[in-house]
């Protein structure tokens, strides 16, 4: 059994410190976007960091690649979150003028790039749950997530794929790929678990037929990984003595704080600045 099913069962609403007590449904809707379009959007950052730095120069254009998949997505959702919001913020403020606590993404897309068969653990467990999450959604009662959905679903595939061949490619490689692609398998794993726990605007939305439960994502995404980590002859790991949390509700590592200020620099230097 891997970690987001393993440990302490994570059902229903968990204690509120994002701010959502209280919450209006056009705010729960707008912070469930928000969720979604954070993920893509802080994953999308990360990637970019690989230019230049990937093993090969094919692997340099395909991993800017799936970072550009998700900053459309990340557009798209943000753009939605604005407009549920109602309060005039297009996806350009919501991405470049909010401050740290009120990014709503997991701890997993925010960390670090470490080696290429971390990213890959990475890639192949955030892919993993991204494809099961949009299958669902393209039925969802907001018509708008669902076209983001219908969408989203086909590049998270090839997302999903490109990391799976990786995977097989390192695990059943070398003595030296298959140790450092056990490595990474038990580095990625603390932060695994948070994909599948509930958060407030998760279970609102998933009331309202717009979201899912991310809990209900479990059993399909650790299917998928352990048949990829087995067919490379890797060992799914141990569950960590801890795990991240709290990335739903603005709790971050201290990775966030460097990334947003990479990210955001430009905006907040030139306010209003066109080009």
Known sequence: MSELTSG????GRRPDVGGLDGATPAELHAAYLLSLGDD????AQRLGEWLTHAPQIEEDMALGNVGLDLLGQARALLTRA??????????????MLRDERRFRN???????RGDFAHEMARMLWFASYQYELYSRLVDSADEVLAGIAQKAVKEVDYHRDHATQWVLRLGDGTELSHARM???LEAVHPYVRELGEDYTAAVWASEQAIGVLPSALTEAVNAGVAQVVSQATLTMPEPPRWHAR????????????YLLAEMQHIARSHPG???
Do not use: C
């Open 82 to 95: 604005g407009e549920v919001e109602g309060e005039g913020r297009d996806e350009d403020a919501l991405a």
């Open 40 to 43: 893509a959007l802080i994953y």
């Open 182 to 184: 056990q490595a990474a």
């Open 246 to 257: 709290g990335g739903r509700d603005g709790v971050h590592s201290e990775a966030m704080g």
């Open 106 to 112: 997991v701890q997993l897309v925010e960390q670090p």
């Open 273 to 275: 600045a066109t080009w």
């Open 8 to 11: 302490p069962v994570i059902a």
